[in-house]
């Protein structure tokens, strides 16, 4: 006999190992995480009566670190309190002797006098050691009310008069906002980051070629042109493709004076590299789960350019990083040759870099390609403005006007050295001698030490915060950041 067909089951069957409680749950998803994290216990009752509020902008801000704000990741009202009560926190006491010292107070004011004003010439040299791009130095000028222009210098300012590498590539960067000036901060993603030195600066004109009288041709262009702001002048020299700058600033000599100019050949390059879609290069290796450390055969014979990154977040995720050689340089440092030194790159933990970008949503990924298009489009962060036609990447080359900062040529032993005036205080600046008042100068000076001709950068475990006067690990350190592993193969000049 044979069986009855079985009727038809439901259309779901219950799942004997769910509990039913389980079932009952609900999702809420207008809410931020950091909104629950921040509110209390009760937080049915916060959000239920109408005459409170989730948590306050407050506690919001005590909550954001300095690395989520230099990196675009949380935002804050007031940026200068913000920074002003980390930096006072966080400066060592007593102060390391023998550092330059601008003290929190009087950085504050010296950025609340140049910041917001058309008027405004800040400058500031972050020391950046990244785990990508290596151990650089940051300048940045301030171009208009709310940012700046920035270039990535590897070897930082050059010192020496008779350095036989007087010259540095100065690669263009992102422009960032003028708040970016009051960082410093520490990461997995991006190193740390220390205020080297900061104050103003000063346009100065360039040097007509084949005059014979420099002093009086200067002055006749003061006698004709308008006053301009130093942010035009710097516009105009930019334009120009030729920079002059001193630097007035709390580490660095007195008469420090730079060039910056930027050849015809590379500004046609750069601008055609930034037209460019970006490509995703894949590299034999994987980080390790434990240290992140990948290797890589040597690239005998390849040129790569300098780190062309600051302290951009953009840098954390670059998938073809630029590979910098402690070997020689050659025609004032326009390409590095990779040897066998360079063989064994170390990265921060995949882990930690990619830290937070996996639980995103569909739509804020879909927000921040948009937003990073905008950013390659216009070649700057949000919140800045390029005023001032910068071009990403672009390579310039940085050195020391020796004559500007106070040296002679002379002839000694059959060859050519560059000396220091012997009266100290008089300094030709664009031809012109400016006598100055030395005595306030020289008590300053005395409290506060100053750079002095020659003088060498010599990197992250000498340079210290002008600021804070911490080491780039003790920022680290104090950021709570636990086996940061930067960069190898970074070595100072020292002739």
């Known amino acids: 006999m044979m069986a009855s067909k079985r009727s038809r089951g439901p259309e779901l069957v219950p799942n004997p190992f769910i509990k039913k409680r389980n079932l009952e749950w609900s999702i809420d998803i207008t809410g931020l ?5 921040s509110s209390s216990g009760d937080d049915d009752d916060d959000y239920d009566n109408e005459d409170k509020t989730p948590s306050q902008p407050q506690s919001e801000q005590e909550q954001a670190t300095t690395s989520a704000i230099e990196a675009g990741k949380a935002s804050i009202e007031n940026h200068l309190d913000y920074f002003h009560s980390h930096l006072a926190k966080a400066t060592l006491s007593p102060f390391p002797p023998g550092t330059p010292r601008l003290s929190v107070e009087e950085y504050r004011k010296l950025y609340e006098a140049n910041a917001g004003s058309s008027q405004g010439a800040h400058f500031i040299i972050h020391q950046h050691d990244h785990p990508i791009a290596g151990t650089h130095y940051d300048l940045r000028l301030q171009i208009n009310e709310t940012s700046s222009v920035s270039w990535a210098i590897m070897y930082g300012l050059p010192g020496d008069p008779n350095s036989f590498r007087l010259n540095r590539n100065a690669t263009e960067t992102r422009i960032h906002c003028l708040w970016n000036h009051l960082i410093e901060t520490g990461s997995h993603a991006t190193g740390s980051l220390l205020i080297w030195d900061t104050g103003t600066y000063t346009v ?12 009086q041709s200067s002055a006749d262009e003061d006698d004709d042109s308008p006053q301009l702001t130093e942010q ?22 007195l008469t420090y004076v730079l060039n910056l100019r930027l050849t015809r050949e590379e ?30 055969s040597s690239a005998k014979g390849k040129k790569v350019s300098e780190p062309a990154t600051s302290s951009d977040s953009e840098a954390e995720s670059a998938p073809s990083p630029s590979r910098a050689s402690s070997g020689k340089q050659r025609q004032g440092e326009r390409s590095i040759d990779v040897g066998k030194d ?30 990073d298009e905008e950013v390659r489009k216009t070649n700057a962060y949000p919140g800045a403005t390029n005023s001032i036609g910068s071009v990403h990447q672009r390579r310039w080359y940085l050195s020391l006007d020796r ?93």
């Open 33 to 37: 995480p950091r909104d629950a994290a």
């Open 204 to 215: 100065l004109p360039t040097k007509p070629k084949h005059s014979q009288d420099d002093s």
């Open 232 to 253: 035009q002048k710097l516009h105009e020299a930019f334009a120009a493709r030729k920079i002059r700058l001193q630097l007035h600033g709390t580490r660095l000599p």
């Open 267 to 296: 500004d046609a390059a750069g601008r055609a590299r930034s037209t460019r879609a970006p490509k995703i290069r894949r590299w034999r290796g994987a980080p390790s789960s434990v240290s992140g450390r990948i290797t890589r």
């Open 342 to 371: 360079d063989t064994d790159i170390v990265y921060a933990p995949a882990e930690e870099a990619k830290k937070g970008e996996k639980d995103i949503s569909a739509t804020e990924r879909e927000l921040r390609e948009l937003e």
């Open 403 to 495: 004559e500007a900062s106070g040296f002679v040529k002379r002839r000694k032993e059959g060859r050519a050295v560059w000396e220091c005036m012997d009266v100290p205080s008089i300094a030709t600046v664009g031809g012109q001698q400016r006598a100055k008042e030395r005595t306030n100068e020289d008590e300053e000076d005395a409290a506060t030490p100053r750079l002095t001709f020659p003088f060498y950068v010599r990197g992250v475990e000498y340079e210290r915060s002008v600021v804070t006067g911490r080491l780039g690990s003790e920022v680290l350190k104090d950021e709570g950041v636990v086996g940061y592993v930067g960069r190898k193969g970074w070595q100072a000049i020292l002739k």
